[in-house]
């Protein structure tokens, strides 16, 4: 009984899974998303082929978790690696197929007046997008079309209060909502002299321009028909002229330049200096960090060792730093220390812009740290002190052993052994303690006057993050690069750190 | 009375300092929260006057739908704490008790992979969510769908490994009288593994839930909406820029987010302590 009803909900479950599941890989297709699509249809297949035959037996108890971790870890962090290898950056974002598309419609320019015409935008008698031109200034009235033109007789057209043609035979004006609607008609060239052509400016008005640049596909180049310039690619993401390889044409698109961002880490000056400068101080601040709470939170458990009077209170009130969501708490000690409005400032009636001072940012993003992380330091350390035999202890003080010497020489040296994985795993943590710098003090102060991103207080993850994200220039090569690096030593210092204290072996 | 002192003040001292200290941070926010929202600053440690206004704001006016955000935090807390924990309980099941090739090297990756800087894979997952919502909008980017889903699958390495730490630790006796019997892996899971391990899941359930309740980055890429946003993004944009003078009202407002939260913790630190030193301490 209980198997049959497991068997049903087993197969219900599995077919709706798999309906949705193949609703969307069909959208996903539809939409030509065929990476993710791809992902989704293979994962319908193995969900069933996993759950409804007998070929693995793990595999029906990892099926669900492997798949989200590969979807939404995985395939993440692979991306970001590939993509530290591309020069990806502001002005090269696209693929190189649309970069030559954007790059050749930007290859048009006005005539030498600048002439611009006023336009009503409709369709022609055989439905294509056409354009109603008034040049007022001739007293000349065409209708235009990508590959004709049609001179209207000002006698035949209807004019609206500023002496625009609204109306023609064999057009039809569009309503403002209708051109909203579909705004294809603002991509197309629309025909006038010669090389000109009329592009759409607005509903209302559009320009004489030609096209200057032309590109062939045989030769990869770009040729500029009235100068005779010429452009080729210069494999770093953009088109530069012959002969003097610092003009670029823009955009650009996203290029391989293999292992140039991380070399830039280390040539690029503008690069290197900053990054030093932040590395030194993230190394600080994760090992101050993880050495103050530690500290604190043993000399709390120490205390707290035995049923003092008040213990419970004591207890509530040390780990409420670590039961409150700690972006609230961080929000509030930024909000505390915020010069203007501050609870810190008007208490001790003083001006001291706290976070602006870079010495005064770093000691309290020390302290705030301090505050958050002590609490579970102490409820460890008083958990692995009631795990160290009482014998031991009292063997040491029979043999003449002083409380400082008992702590010296076997308590602090057991914590530490049994503590040592969470230490390492707090240290690498902190190390990449986003929230704490992004939410405190984001990173500042910055001397932006001098052109610098890199914050006083920034760590490595930070920095990276306005790297990436900045709000003036974002090169996400480069931030994939350093993100690469900060994976591999954190990736290392931990797998040190778990060697020596042999959790590994634990695994075997 | 002297040997009272000598042994115990030190302790009192100490664990009373302490205290002090955090609870500092902790009495200026409630202060501040007290004050009429006319008056910004704090300025001694007695209130001169208590007022309610600042939370009466809170669910008053209409430029902060708090209800709303509270609500959205519960709900995609909720709903990634049950399903990781359904999930990754699975996964940890199998990593620690059963065995078949690749279990070591996948142990492995699991844990090495956590260290990769999540935040710089911010931005993948932004590409990818945004290639989503051209076909399933529901589930992309700007959604509180899409947002559960990358939370459903940033949390598995962790909830894994941590679930792996409790599996470790339930006697293995009783599956293995399971086995004897006759039952098959996937029985002895379900039968006699989930309700032994049920009070643990439950554990590791609420840290997710705290985890996924404090995530920022991430729910302030994705929620653009205001109705939509979470409460830690919604009173963290409260007080950002223009706003900085809502700090009365971002008081209360954390204050009230924290309380649910601090009283979880508070009731269930015991399990939430044995939970935090079962990855570790046993190894």
């Known amino acids: ?508 | 009375m002297n040997k009272w002192v000598r042994e115990n003040l030190w302790r009192h001292s100490i664990a009373i300092a302490t205290c002090l200290f955090s609870l500092f941070p902790l009495y200026l926010v409630i202060l501040s929260s007290l004050k009429t929202s006319g008056s910004l600053q704090v300025g001694s440690f007695i209130p001169h006057e208590v007022s309610l206004d600042n939370f009466r704001f809170l669910f008053h006016s209409p430029k902060t739908p708090y209800v709303l955000w509270f609500k959205n935090s519960l709900v995609i807390a909720s709903t990634v704490a049950l399903s990781s924990v359904f999930i990754g309980a699975a996964s940890a099941f199998a990593f620690s008790r059963l065995k078949f090739k690749g279990k070591k090297l996948g142990i492995r990756l699991l844990l090495l992979v956590q260290m990769f800087p999540a935040v710089l894979a911010i931005s993948a997952v932004y590409v990818i969510m945004e290639r989503v919502y051209t076909f399933a909008p529901n589930i992309g980017l700007g959604s509180q769908g899409g947002l559960i889903l990358v939370y459903l699958g940033g949390s598995m390495g962790v909830n894994i490994w941590l679930l792996k730490g409790f599996v470790d630790s339930i006697p293995v006796e009783l599956d293995e009288a399971a086995k004897i019997d006759g039952a098959s892996p996937v029985q002895t899971y379900w039968l006699i593994f989930l309700p032994l391990a049920t009070p643990v899941l439950a554990v590791v359930c609420l840290l997710s839930f705290i985890g996924t309740f404090n995530e920022f980055i991430l729910a302030r890429l994705f929620l653009v909406e205001m109705n939509g946003r979470t409460i830690a993004v919604g009173l963290q944009q409260f007080i950002g820029g223009q706003y900085a003078s809502n700090w009365g009202p971002f008081a209360a407002g954390s204050i009230l987010a924290s309380i649910p939260i601090v009283i979880i913790f508070l009731s269930l630190q015991r399990f939430i302590v044995n939970g935090l030193t079962a990855g570790s301490v046993k190894g």
Not at chain 1, 191 to 199: L, N, P, S, T, V
Not at chain 1, 239 to 266: C, H, M
Not at chain 1, 298 to 323: C, D, E, H
Not at chain 1, 335 to 364: C, E, K, Y
């Open chain 1, 1 to 508: 009984m209980r198997g049959k009803f497991a068997l049903i909900a087993k197969i219900v479950f599995l077919g709706f899974t798999t309906a949705i599941l193949a609703l969307l890989t069909e959208s996903a297709f539809a939409q030509k998303q065929y990476v993710i699509g791809g992902f989704i249809l293979v994962a319908a297949l193995a969900l069933n082929i996993v759950y409804l035959t007998s070929i693995s037996v793990p595999f029906k108890f990892f099926l669900p978790g492997i798949l989200f971790f590969i979807a939404f870890v995985i395939a993440p962090i692979f991306f970001t690696v590939q993509m530290s290898g591309f020069k990806y950056q502001t002005g090269n974002y696209i693929d190189k197929a649309t970069a030559l598309e954007q790059v050749i419609s930007l290859g048009a320019q006005p005539d030498a007046q600048g002439t611009t015409f006023d336009i009503t935008v409709g369709r022609n008698s055989s439905n294509e997008f056409a354009i109603l031109v008034s040049d007022i200034a001739n007293n000349k009235y065409f209708v235009s079309t990508p590959t004709q033109r049609v001179d209207v007789p000002a006698a035949s057209a209807t004019f609206n209060e500023y002496g625009v043609a609204i109306k023609a035979p064999n057009f039809n004006a569009m309503s403002a909502d209708a051109l909203a609607a579909n705004d294809a008609y603002s991509k197309i060239r629309y025909k006038y002299e010669g090389d000109y052509y009329i592009a759409i400016e607005s509903q209302n008005a559009g320009g004489v321009f030609r096209q200057e640049l032309t590109y062939s596909a045989k030769t990869g180049v770009l040729t500029n028909i009235f100068t005779g310039a010429t452009y080729v690619d210069n494999h770093r993401g953009n088109f530069a002229k012959v002969g003097d390889p610092t003009v670029l044409l823009s955009p650009g698109w996203r290029a391989p330049i293999w292992f140039e961002n991380y070399s830039r880490l280390v040539t690029d000056q503008k690069v290197r200096t900053p990054l030093i400068r932040v590395f030194l101080w993230t190394f600080f601040f994760a090992l101050f960090s993880v050495l103050s709470t530690f500290a604190l939170g043993l000399i709390l458990a120490m205390s707290l060792n035995r049923p003092i009077r008040g213990r419970r209170i004591y207890r509530s009130i040390l780990i409420l730093p670590y039961a409150m969501p700690s972006v609230m708490s961080i929000l509030i000690w930024a909000g505390m220390f915020d010069s203007d409005f501050g609870a810190v400032n008007s208490i001790l009636h003083t001006n001291i812009h706290w976070l602006q001072n870079p010495s005064l940012a770093r000691s309290i993003v020390l302290l705030v740290n301090l505050w958050l992380g002590f609490p579970y330091f102490y409820l460890i350390c008083s958990g692995s002190l009631q795990a160290i035999p009482n014998e031991l202890l009292e063997a040491a003080a029979i043999d003449g052993a002083n409380p400082r010497q008992v702590f010296r020489k076997i308590t602090l040296p057991l914590l530490l052994q049994i503590l040592s994985p969470l230490l390492i795993a707090s240290f690498a943590f902190n190390f990449n303690n986003f929230n704490l710098i992004y939410l405190l003090t984001g990173g500042g102060p910055t001397q932006t006057l001098n052109g610098e991103i890199a914050g006083a207080t920034d760590i490595l993850i930070s920095y990276t993050y306005k790297i990436a994200f900045g709000t003036n220039f974002q090169d996400f090569g480069l931030a994939s690069a350093i993100s690469v690096i900060i994976f591999l030593i954190v990736a290392s210092i931990s797998m040190y750190g778990l060697r020596r204290s042999k959790v590994m072996e634990s695994f075997g």
